[in-house]
């Protein structure tokens, strides 16, 4: 069964860093991306950043230059590294995972806030 679980959110100030783990059970080898999307209050869900099973990565413009995707040496688990955050990164993040064929998959989200 696929299971995806995150942890690593918390209250950090404006400027801090914070650091998101999610570990993927199931299957690796059909792990075709993994990634982060976030969810503020009102908001609808969106990408933050995501990583191929090639290593090729992608980044929300609101988070380049700040925000770093990368995956373990397991290749079961991914990390979100958030340097200089701010007010507007508060959120709920959730780990995605899509598999083949194309399967989608979520954790249960872990809240990130960020006090000004």
């Known amino acids: 069964q696929v299971q995806l679980v995150e942890s690593g959110g918390g209250l950090v100030q404006a400027g801090g860093s914070l650091s998101l783990s999610c570990v993927f059970s199931?299957?690796?080898?059909?792990?075709?991306?993994m990634g982060w999307y976030r969810q503020a209050p009102e908001k609808s869900r969106e990408l933050v950043a995501v990583?191929?099973?090639?290593?090729?990565?992608n980044y929300a413009e609101s988070v380049k230059g700040r925000f770093t995707i990368s995956r373990g040496n397991a290749k079961n688990t991914v990390f979100l590294q958030m340097n200089s955050l701010q007010p507007d990164d508060t959120a709920v993040y959730y780990c995605h995972a899509l598999l083949f064929p194309y399967r989608n998959y979520w954790g249960k989200g872990t809240l990130v806030t960020v006090s000004s």
């Open positions: 199931g299957n690796i080898f059909s792990i075709q991306t």
């Open positions: 990583i191929t099973d090639r290593n090729t990565t």
